[in-house]
């Protein structure tokens, strides 16, 4: 069985577009029983209509107050994006996150913030965190993400998953089809094969990705890893 990863170029993708169909498009001569089919979490969401140009959105006092707290570098800098927030989770448990958070940092624990907050928040790209011209959008995470990856199954026969992965070695199974590891899926993607530039490649086919796992086996150095493998 060939190995590898297969990042697979496509056109523009936008909200007109449905995610399952684009997708069994354009792995319909690539992808096959055996492989796994893993597209960008951000492209998801795209597709669902989650993606807001700033004047879109009503911001409140709340987001206005909170977002001057958040890392420049951070996704919540703008009170657009914590707006977005504040609508995903409610109000009251991003002030919580917000007050703990504070407090964390008196004692330098870091990441609190979205521990509290939550995956809904945490995956919340704000303007300039996704690839042209959405860069001028703020994008939330994909709704329903496993429902998406079993549809996905169903249509081309193929395992799913949705990714959150960047260029820092971290890489985030936002949902799978059912029968796949997430923790696995997450393992295969820290190299961030589809990029987070302009490499516009949204999809990627990993094949024979069962194989590759079945053959970690013979690499194991413990029981313990052993028992770790068998049971993500």
């Not at 870091?110 to 939550?118: E, N, R, T, V």
Request: aromatic letters at 6%; charged letters at 25%.
């Amino acid at each position: 069985m060939p190995y590898g990863k297969i990042p697979i170029r496509t056109h523009l993708i936008t909200k007109d577009d449905n995610i399952v169909d684009v997708v069994s498009r354009y792995t319909k001569d690539i992808a096959e029983e055996g492989d796994l089919i893993a597209i960008a979490e951000s492209v998801v969401a795209i597709t669902q209509g989650r993606a807001y140009m700033p004047n879109e959105i009503k911001v409140g006092f709340l987001a206005k107050f909170l977002c001057r707290f958040t890392g420049r570098n951070g996704s919540l800098t703008s009170p657009q994006a914590m707006q977005c927030a504040i609508n995903e989770v409610g109000w009251l448990r991003i002030l919580v996150a917000s007050l703990i958070s504070a407090i964390g940092k008196v004692f330098k624990k870091k990441g609190l913030f979205f521990k509290i907050a939550g995956r809904k928040v945490a995956l919340i790209d704000d303007v300039a965190g996704t690839m042209a011209p959405y860069h001028r959008y703020i994008v939330l995470g994909p709704a329903d993400p496993d429902l998406v990856c079993n549809e996905i199954k169903e249509k081309t026969g193929v395992d799913a998953v949705i990714i959150d992965a960047n260029d820092l070695h971290c890489a985030d199974c936002i949902g799978a089809s059912k029968g796949v590891s997430k923790s696995y899926a997450e393992k295969l993607f820290l190299d961030n094969p589809s990029g987070n530039s302009e490499q516009q490649t949204p999809i990627v086919v990993i094949k024979s990705y069962k194989e590759q796992k079945l053959e970690s086996l013979n690499d194991v150095r413990s029981e313990k890893e052993l028992h770790e493998i068998l049971q993500n």
